[in-house]
């Protein structure tokens, strides 16, 4: 990735240069080798400390929303932060004009820990950014892998079993909501938990209380998930997130034919936000 690594710098410092962009966002090196960060530079001198290689875990493209304001920024995207500016298209957080896509062709990010490629990595659906403004390197290859191997161990559990794993998860869930501020898709200006007049989310910690706070987050989110695991890795407790995620991603996807969240800006109104006469009521 060396060499993919130098173009970005490249690009970033000419974008600055011209002054086509106020700002670039990508990674940048921690205090050790395998750590990576986002990193924002407003510089093109300051274009150097851009880094690009298999330790650039965390997803970057939520600081896009910390810079609308600024001019045009650029955004280092991969496949999975391409997805995610689709999103915020769509969710008009901000306009396509707003940012300028340095779209890069991703392998996978490896695990830092096991030196593995990490799971979300080698589950992912979309390695090659759908949008972009230039791209940095050839396209690589998309085995659209299974995806779904989790959900279906939790589906072929009985209903104890399954009862126990999701109150064994929910039993770990500390409500630091890691999970929300990593999401790309939880973007509303006040989240349901913060609205102490309202009421909706108790102040208790324990299983049930976690659970609500966890499926009602999913069902937001799940019509507009991008499937790129921020939401899991963010988590301090290591809770399997994105098994509701896939879950919902497969039904969605049985119930109201293809969709894809954040692949293109114009697939249409979000299937579990929208209402039709002729909808599919299975349940009923």
Same mark, same amino acid.
């Given at each position: 990735?060396?060499?993919?690594?130098?173009?970005?710098?490249?690009?970033?410092?000419?974008?600055?240069?011209?002054?086509?962009?106020?700002?670039?966002?990508?990674?940048?090196?921690?205090?050790?080798?395998?750590?990576?960060?986002?990193?924002?530079?407003?510089?093109?001198?300051?274009?150097?400390?851009?880094?690009?290689?298999?330790?650039?875990?965390?997803?970057?493209?939520?600081?896009?929303? +910390?810079?609308?304001?600024?001019?045009?920024?650029?955004?280092?995207?991969?496949?999975?932060?391409?997805?995610?500016?689709?999103?915020?298209?769509?969710?008009? *957080?901000?306009?396509?004009? *707003?940012?300028?896509?340095?779209?890069?062709?991703?392998?996978?990010?490896?695990?830092?820990?096991?030196?593995?490629?990490?799971?979300?990595?080698? +589950?992912?659906?979309?390695?090659?950014?759908?949008?972009?403004?230039?791209?940095?390197?050839?396209?690589?290859?998309?085995?659209?892998?299974?995806?779904?191997?989790?959900?279906?161990?939790?589906?072929?559990?009985?209903?104890?079993?399954?009862?126990?794993?999701?109150?064994?998860?929910?039993?770990? !869930?500390?409500?630091?909501?890691? !999970?929300?501020?990593?999401?790309?898709?939880?973007?509303?200006?006040? !989240?349901?938990?913060?609205?102490?007049?309202?009421?909706?989310?108790?102040?208790?910690?324990?299983?049930?209380?976690?659970?609500?706070?966890?499926?009602?987050?999913?069902?937001?989110?799940?019509?507009?998930?991008?499937?790129?695991?921020?939401?899991?890795?963010?988590?301090?407790?290591?809770?399997?997130?994105?098994?509701?995620?896939?879950?919902?991603?497969?039904?969605?996807?049985?119930?109201?034919?293809?969709?894809?969240?954040?692949?293109?800006?114009?697939?249409?109104?979000?299937?579990?936000?929208?209402?039709?006469?002729?909808?599919?009521?299975?349940?009923?």
């Amino acid at each position: 990735m060396a060499d993919v690594q130098a173009v970005i710098r490249e690009r970033a410092a000419a974008l600055l240069s011209a002054g086509t962009v106020s700002a670039v966002i990508g990674w940048g090196a921690g205090r050790f080798d395998e750590v990576r960060f986002p990193l924002v530079i407003k510089r093109a001198e300051d274009a150097e400390k851009l880094v690009f290689d298999s330790s650039c875990v965390q997803m970057t493209a939520k600081r896009l929303l +910390e810079h609308t304001g600024e001019g045009k920024v650029a955004l280092v995207a991969r496949g999975c932060e391409s997805r995610a500016v689709n999103r915020f298209i769509a969710d008009h *957080q901000l306009a396509r004009d *707003q940012v300028y896509v340095i779209g890069v062709p991703c392998p996978g990010m490896v695990d830092p820990a096991t030196g593995e490629t990490l799971k979300r990595c080698a +589950e992912c659906q979309v390695r090659n950014p759908v949008v972009h403004d230039e791209l940095v390197g050839d396209p690589v290859p998309e085995p659209k892998p299974y995806r779904f191997a989790e959900v279906d161990r939790v589906e072929a559990m009985s209903r104890e079993e399954r009862r126990a794993f999701f109150d064994e998860m929910y039993g770990k !869930c500390i409500r630091c909501y890691a !999970c929300r501020n990593a999401c790309p898709c939880c973007t509303c200006r006040e !989240c349901f938990v913060e609205q102490d007049k309202v009421g909706w989310q108790g102040k208790a910690f324990n299983v049930n209380e976690a659970r609500y706070y966890g499926m009602i987050r999913a069902f937001h989110t799940g019509d507009r998930c991008i499937e790129c695991g921020e939401c899991e890795r963010a988590c301090p407790m290591g809770l399997p997130l994105m098994v509701i995620m896939h879950q919902q991603v497969r039904d969605i996807d049985k119930l109201f034919g293809p969709y894809e969240g954040g692949g293109i800006t114009d697939s249409g109104p979000d299937p579990l936000r929208t209402y039709k006469t002729d909808d599919i009521e299975e349940f009923m």
